[in-house]
């Protein structure tokens, strides 16, 4: 089962554009993390945010988290070509061990 | 340097032919965990380990065994590999569950 889905899929923005890209999860959680993928490579970790924040900043990086929602969102304030890349919320839920990735939004932007 | 190695990259192997793809950190990491990737369903948890000789079942654990002897390894094992256990292979890990993980380059099995 699928804790976690992004939305959109795909989006495709202009160089200097905000993106902003969503994800919604299914049962309680200890922590909602995002990482970036560049096609096909690992995966590097953007930003963890726990259960009892409602917002975190990283650079030009905003994580929200709406728990009652079982939601979250990111966004990428002024978007460069190297941003371009698939992005994953990932959820550790509360009543175990295990970690749920979603299925990704695939983010272009273009010079 | 932080990392967080898989071995091989590329594999291409046959049905049934047992093979082990090896997972290393040099964190100190006590979480590691492995996924695969496929188009269109993301990343699904195989196996993790929270420590030592504690490891349990992800979300697909069927077809892959795995063993945490050393804090630092975490080999991935297929019996018996069949055609449906072609993908993308990711080893992590993390200080515990609740930090991020830092990934592997990813190892891309074929089966055939």
Redesign the interface.
């Known amino acids: 089962s699928q804790q976690g889905e992004e939305d959109p899929q795909a989006l495709s923005i202009q160089e200097g554009e905000n993106a902003t890209m969503n994800c919604s999860y299914k049962t309680s959680i200890n922590n909602l993390q995002w990482y970036r993928q560049n096609s096909g490579r690992g995966l590097v970790h953007l930003i963890l945010i726990r259960s009892n924040e409602r917002e975190k900043h990283s650079g030009r990086l905003r994580v929200t988290l709406d728990t009652s929602k079982k939601s979250s969102s990111l966004l990428i304030t002024a978007s460069r070509a190297a941003d371009t890349a698939s992005y994953f919320c990932a959820t550790d839920v509360d009543t175990g061990n295990q970690f749920y990735f979603g299925t990704g939004t695939s983010l272009t932007v273009i010079p | 340097e932080a990392q ?1 190695t898989q071995n091989p990259r590329y594999l291409i192997t046959v049905t049934g032919k047992k093979l082990t793809v090896t997972c290393s950190q040099n964190m100190n990491h006590e ?1 590691m ?1 492995w ?1 695969r990737q496929d188009p ?6 195989i196996y ?1 380990s ?1 420590n030592v000789e504690v490891t ?1 079942k ?2 697909v654990p069927e077809g892959y065994k795995v063993s945490r002897k050393e804090k630092r390894n975490f080999p991935l094992i297929l019996e018996s590999p069949s055609p449906n256990q072609t993908s ?1 292979y ?1 080893c ?1 890990s993390s200080l515990t ?10 190892t ?1 099995l074929t089966v055939t």
Request: aromatic share 24%; hydrophobic share 30%; glycine share 18%.
């Open positions: 967080v979480y965990s996924y269109g369903l993301g990343l699904r948890q993790y929270m349990d992800g979300d993308l990711f992590a569950n609740d930090y991020e993980q830092y990934f592997g380059p990813g891309r």
